[in-house]
C-alpha cells in the first residue's frame, strides 16, 4: 500500500484517508473514490487528497477484517459484520471466556497494522457481550500478512466461549455456639446470586456442627447434586482442620487447600462420591469478588480445574486493596458479620409519559394486568429487599388504583412535573431508614424478581458496592442502588436528571451487576410497548 498526498485528478480508484464534505453529503473514510466522487471533490475546491493506494495483494481494511472475523468464529461465538475495518466477536451464551494467550501473541506479532484485542482470562460473559475485537489499523494491509494471521489460527483457536452449564448445588453451612442465623441466610442469597447467572440452583441446603463427624454424615446426604459447597463456621487453616477431615471420613479427597488469591486464600477443592466440593473461605460469604468465584465459575461451565491451576492463579490474584490488611479483622465492617445493610426498592412512577402521545404507558397490560401493576408485583416478589415504595404524581389516582391490595407504601411528589429528581428525592426521603435505595423504573417489564437480588447482594453499603448499577453486555443502565448517605446529592438535584452525576463522580463506589437485556429495555413509546408485548388501553 502507498499512503500520501495526490492530486485530486488522480485519486480515482484510491482509498481517501479522511473524510471530506462536498454538495449533497460526505463521503466517507475509506471510501474507494469513483470518477464522479472525484469530480465532485474537486468541484468542492479540493486539489489534493490525503490517499491510500493498493498495491496488487492489497486487502482494505474491511476485507481484511472479515477475513480474520470469520476464522475467529466457532462455536458460542457471534462474529459482526466488518465496518471501519473492525470485526468485533460475541458471545452467544452466557459462559466463561477462555483465550489462548500464545496464539493471541502470535497474531499480533504478524503485522503491526493487523491488531486482536480479547477480554481477559476467564471472564465470565453473558449472552451478547463483546468478548474480542479485530482491528485493521491502517486502510489497507498486505495479502500476505493475512494470510500468515490465518494459517496461525487454523493451527489453533485463539479463544473459546465454556457456556455455563446448570448444575444442581447441594449447600452445607456448619455452626458454632453464637453463629447468627441472620449471616446463614444472607449466605445463601448472595449464593443464589452468584449461581444464578448459569441457571444452577440450590437443591437442598444442609446445616450441621462444626465437627468433622457431623459435616462428614451431611456430605454423605448430597446425592443428587452436581457440586457441594460447603461454608463453614471457621476458617480452614489446616489439612487436618474440620471441612478436609470431614471430606476424608465421607470417602472423598482433598486436592487443594489454599489459592494465591486475596480475598479467598482460605479455599479448598475436594471430590466425595465424585462430586466437586468447595469448601469455601469466608469472603465467600460476601458478593464481593473474591477467589471462590474463579474456581466456581471454571465447575460450572465445565473448565477442568486443578491445584496446579490453582497455584497459578498468583498474577492478577490480588483483586482490591483493603486498607486493613495484614491485619483484615482489625476494624471496619465485617461483610460477614451478619450485619447486612438493608435496601429498599423505590418503582419511580410519577412521570408524564410524554412520549406515548396521549396514553399512560405505566396502565398498558402485559399479561392481563397494567405494568405499573406488574413492576411492583416484581419488586414485592423480591427476597432480599425490606420495604417498597411507590413514587406517584401523575395520574395518581389511576396509578394508585392499579396497584390496590398490594402492600405497598405511596409516595407523594407532590412537584413531578419538575422531572426525574423530584420523584428522586421524595423516594429516598421516604427511605432514610434503609442502608440503600434500590430505584426501579416503572417501565423495565423484562426485570425479574432474581434481577434485583442479584443486584441486592451487591450492595455492602458503604465503600465499594455503596453504588450498584444493572449492566447489559457491559453497558450501565438501570436499575442502581444507591446508599442513603448520597442523600445530600440528591436533595442537591434539580430539573430532569438522575443519578449519573453522582455515579460518575464515586467510580471507587460502584459495583457493576451484569442481568442483560432486561437493564435496557424499557417502553417509552407505543411502538416499545408493542413489542415488549404490551397493549396500550387508553389515555
Known sequence: MRFGEVPTTEAEGALLAHSKSVEGGRIAKGTRLSVDQV????AAGFETLVVARLDPGDLTEDEAATRIGAALGCSHLAVADAATGRVNVHAAA????????????????VDPGLTLATLGEFEPVTDGRMVATVKIIPLAVSGASVEGVLAILAERPAFRLAPFRPRKVAMIQTELA???GKMLAKTRRVTEARLAPSGSQILSELRCPHEADALSAALRQTEGADLVLVFGASAVIDAVDVIPAAVRLAGGRVDHLGMPVDPGNLLLLGHVGGRPVLGAPGCARSPKENGFDWV???LLADVAVSGDD?????VGGLLMEIASRPQPREGGRDDTDGDEPSVDIVVLAAGRSSRMGGPNKLLAEFDGKPLIRRTVETALASRNAERVRVVVGHMQAEIVAALDGLDVEIVGSPNFAEGLSASLKAGFIASREADGVLVMLADQPLLTPQDLDRLIAAFTGRGKGAIVAACDRGER????????GFVPAIEALTGDVGAARIIAAHPDA??????GPA?????????AVESAGGRLTGK
Not at 466463561?96 to 506479532?109: C, G, H, I, M, S
Not at 460502584?510 to 442481568?515: A, F, H, R, T, Y
Open 178 to 180: 453464637g453463629t447468627s
Open 519 to 527: 437493564a435496557s429495555i424499557d417502553v417509552d413509546t407505543p411502538d
Open 39 to 42: 469530480a465532485a471533490l474537486a
Open 510 to 515: 460502584l459495583v457493576e451487576v451484569e442481568i
Open 94 to 109: 452466557s459462559g466463561l471466556f477462555v483465550p489462548d494467550r500464545e496464539t493471541v501473541d502470535r497474531v499480533n506479532a
Open 310 to 314: 490453582i497455584r497459578r492463579m498468583g
Open 296 to 298: 466456581l465459575n471454571r
Open 477 to 484: 443502565r438501570n436499575p442502581v442502588i444507591l446508599s442513603t
